[in-house]
């Protein structure tokens, strides 16, 4: 994380380099209620690759935002849950969720 937020001095932009993109404030955001396995991450978000979600997984834990645990079973379960830095963007992901709702009624008026 610390790249990233030392090669920017404007906070927006920090912001947007550590959740910006396509998909990692939907893995955020899937995250924010329930620890989930990574199938289960794969399942609700079918238009990405499991290439692509495996890389967006491993940013988000190098930036910190989300902890990755590695259970020893048989079969080898992986969870994923947001750390307290993570947590921290809970709010700011459900008011985007709730500005989102409001957008998709108002264009089917």
Same mark, same amino acid.
């Given at each position: 994380m610390e790249n990233k937020v030392e090669n920017?001095?404007?906070?927006f932009t920090t912001t947007i380099a550590l959740i910006g993109?396509?998909?990692k404030s939907i893995i955020l955001f899937l995250l924010s209620d329930h620890t989930r396995c990574f199938?289960?991450?794969?399942?609700?978000?079918?238009?990405i690759s499991r290439k692509?979600?495996?890389?967006? #997984? @491993?940013e988000l834990e190098a930036d910190g935002l989300?902890?990755?645990e590695k259970f020893k079973e048989i079969p080898p379960r992986v969870e994923y849950s947001l750390t307290d830095l993570g947590q921290s963007l809970r709010?700011? #992901? @459900?008011?985007?969720?709730?500005?989102?709702q409001k957008m998709?009624?108002?264009t089917v008026k």
């Open positions: 920017n001095s404007c906070p993109g396509r998909w199938g289960e991450i794969a399942a609700r978000m079918p238009s692509v979600l495996s890389e967006q #997984l @491993k989300i902890h990755r709010p700011i #992901l @459900k008011d985007l969720a709730i500005w989102g998709v009624l108002d």
